[in-house]
Every structure is written in structure tokens, then in C-alpha cells.
């Protein structure tokens, strides 16, 4: 039996998008399968903004991609007419006692900017206060990084975007498909689904969440799910915002449940969205509970609202939950499976992934057509959990 596609690409969310659009822009037999309808909120992906922006605190292996991504974001809204983008800047602020000491997210962020040649400012909390006044009860000693190159995208757009070119370039789309497994067959790739099987000879899988349950060992013990909560507030005093209000991040403790990200407020609309990352308590996709209480609400304005962020109320206009799926170090995992031929792995993106997303499609799919691609992406293999392990 001849391989009906070149590659298969298993699940259609931030990766599995971008990489579909890539593969289809070069000429690739690709088809993209999806157990939902994307762009949906049954993941990841979704929520209306996502945080860009290029000097990435994580660690500078994550800086050429988000540069490629912010230019195929460009490219797709000159093609397409839509605004994928917003380059309202992001500032990443410290504001907790020890803001000086230790390695700091704010102070590594500032390094990468410094490395990269990234234009950006470094602002004391005066600064911050004249300029940015909701920001106005963070403490004396707060430190800002501002990069007025980051902003926000879409993540719904920019998927509904990417599969629209991608189907314009001729690739398939099989939605509303469960895949049940996935095997090596004679050099070629076996996808099951429950519509039937494919034959292939590569498969990418991008499945988020569902990766572990599909692929099994050695996932199942390094990918864990957490549920995340977004909340959008009603705005109580507009005049605190300014027309320049940027994306944020306010680092105001020393573990991840005491740091919070928001967004400018969106015209028409009253409200700002904040969230939080909870790595705290593992869920399934099977458990998740797509529910947020109004006391989850109410533990969330006091603990990162009031006394952070000024001229909000504590109603909560809208919420939403959706899901990270981590790694041991919150790092990607962009490798070839260890023991499945032809099977690579785009996934664990833990929880900062979407704004590199169109340029880890973009590498994939030049690797898989040149060999080779522009972007180093050593950083995100598998080899790294085996060194650990024996350490």
C-alpha cells in the first residue's frame, strides 16, 4: 500500500496549525486531523490574547523563534486582511521584597534584551506609575523591563488563519477525528483513528494535552496537565488605563502562583483579562474541570488584583479555563519519538508556547523539506530528561 500522505499532522491547535500551514506553503502532501473543530476552546489555544514579545525570560533559545513567529504573523495579515498582532508592548515587572536578589525573571529578561539587541527600556516604579497608572500600588522598589516590540496575538485567528492558507496550498483536514494510535510499518507511519487508518510517511504530533494518553511511555512520566483560569474584569475606572496600556507580567513572589499576566483593556469591551500559571495540581483531559467558581473568582482578586493593579472591580465579566502541559524542566519537548521511525514530537510547551508557535511550524517544516532548518532547536530534545535521569 502506497502512502496516501507525505506527512500527517496529529492535532490542529498552536503547532499543529502553523506546522500544517508550513508544510502546505512548500508544496507537501499534508493532512491535518483534529478531534474538535479549531480554532476551539477545548485546549490550549484559546482565550482572545496571548502574551508576545521578544526578549523571552524562559531562556534565549526561545528568541529566534518568537522573531520568526512575529514576522509570519505580519505575512498572514497582509495576506489575509485580518490583525493577528497587536503591538501595544509588553513590561514584565518585579514588585515583591527581594526584586535584587537571586535569579530573577525580570532581570533575565532584561539580560536576553541586552544580548539580542532587543530595543527595550528599564524602568524604576516611578516610572511605571507615571506611565502606566493602574500599575500605581505596585511597591517602591519595583523593576520593569518595557519592549515596545511585544504586544499580543490572537491565538484564534491566528490558527483559523493559518488553516485557511494551509487549505488554499492544498492541504486536507480531517476535524471532528479521534486519532486512537499511532505505529511505525515498514518504514512508513500506521495513523489510527476512528474513521478509519492512514498511511503516511512521517506524522508530526501536536496533541497538547492528549499526547501522553496517545503516545505512552516516555511521555506518560514527563508531560503533566494543569488547569489555568482567565478572568476578565470589569473595569471600574477607565481613566486609570491609559491608550498605551501594554501586556504585562507582575512577578510579586517567588513561586508561579504568585506572579500574574494581563492584557490592555480591548475597546467595547469594559474589561481586562489576568491570569495565572498553576503548576501546582496535575489534571486529565477525562477530569478537567471546565468550571471556575465564584470563589475561585473572589481568591483571585485578592491575590493578584487588589493592591497590584488599580481601577478594576472585583466582578468578573467572563472566565475560562483552559490547560499547560508541562515538562520536569518547562521547557518544549521538538524531537523524533525514541522507538516510532518517522514520528516527530511537538509538544509540552508548558504554558509559553503560543507565541512561538508559526516559527516552530516554520523550522518543522524545513526540516522536513531542506533537512535542516534556521533555527537551533537542540535546546527542546528528549536527550535532555535522560541526562537528568542519571544524574
Not at 228 to 248: G, M, R, T, V
Not at 276 to 301: G, K, V, W
Not at 315 to 337: A, L, M, N, R, W
Request: with cysteine; hydrophobic share 35%; charged share 20%.
Amino acid at each position: 500500500m502506497e502512502p496516501q500522505y507525505d506527512v500527517v499532522v496529529v492535532g490542529l491547535g498552536a503547532m499543529g496549525a502553523a506546522t500544517t500551514y508550513q508544510l502546505a506553503k512548500r508544496g507537501v502532501k499534508v493532512l491535518g486531523i483534529d478531534r474538535f473543530a479549531p480554532p476551539h476552546d477545548q485546549g490550549s489555544s484559546h482565550g482572545a490574547t496571548r502574551i508576545t514579545r521578544l526578549s523571552v525570560g524562559e531562556g534565549p533559545a526561545y528568541v529566534p523563534l518568537v522573531t520568526n513567529s512575529h514576522r509570519i504573523w505580519r505575512e498572514l495579515e497582509r495576506e489575509l486582511g485580518v490583525a493577528l498582532f497587536e503591538q501595544c508592548g509588553v513590561l514584565v515587572m518585579t514588585s515583591t521584597e527581594d526584586n535584587l536578589g537571586g535569579a530573577d525573571f525580570t532581570k533575565n529578561t532584561i539580560e536576553i534584551a541586552k544580548s539580542y539587541g532587543i530595543a527595550h527600556e528599564v524602568l524604576n516604579a516611578r516610572e511605571i506609575r507615571e506611565r502606566f497608572p493602574q500599575f500605581g500600588p505596585i511597591r517602591d522598589d519595583a523593576l520593569g523591563y518595557l519592549e515596545p516590540s511585544g504586544g499580543y496575538v490572537r491565538p484564534e485567528l491566528c490558527i483559523d488563519a493559518q488553516l485557511t492558507m494551509a487549505k488554499r496550498l492544498g492541504a486536507e483536514l480531517k476535524l471532528g477525528t479521534v486519532v486512537t494510535g499511532i505505529s511505525s510499518q515498514d518504514g512508513k507511519v500506521l495513523v489510527s483513528t476512528n474513521n478509519g487508518t492512514i498511511l503516511a510517511n512521517r506524522a508530526i504530533v501536536s496533541a497538547g494535552m492528549w499526547t501522553s494518553e496517545l503516545l505512552g511511555d516516555p511521555f506518560e512520566s514527563l508531560l503533566n496537565v494543569y488547569r489555568q483560569k482567565l478572568y476578565w474584569f470589569k473595569i471600574a475606572e477607565p481613566s486609570k488605563f491609559a491608550s498605551n496600556s501594554p501586556s504585562f507580567i507582575i512577578i510579586h513572589g517567588h513561586t508561579l502562583e504568585e506572579a500574574s499576566y494581563g492584557f490592555p483593556p480591548i475597546p467595547g469591551e469594559g474589561t481586562m483579562k489576568i491570569a495565572t500559571h498553576q503548576h501546582s495540581t496535575t489534571t486529565s483531559p477525562s477530569s478537567l474541570d471546565r468550571h471556575i467558581s465564584p470563589a475561585e473568582c473572589d481568591t483571585m482578586y485578592q491575590a493578584h488584583v487588589a493592591g497590584y493593579i488599580a481601577g478594576l472591580s472585583p466582578e468578573v465579566v467572563d472566565s475560562k479555563v483552559c490547560t499547560y502541559t508541562i515538562t520536569p524542566d518547562g521547557g518544549f519537548i521538538i524531537d523524533q519519538h525514541p522507538t516510532l521511525s518517522g514520528v516527530t514530537v511537538v509538544s509540552a510547551c508548558s504554558g509559553h508556547g503560543f507565541k512561538h508557535s508559526a516559527g516552530i511550524g516554520e523550522a518543522l517544516a524545513q526540516l522536513h523539506v531542506e533537512g535542516s532548518c534556521d533555527v537551533d532547536l537542540t535546546a527542546f530534545s528528549l536527550q535532555r530528561f535522560a541526562t537528568r535521569s542519571r544524574m
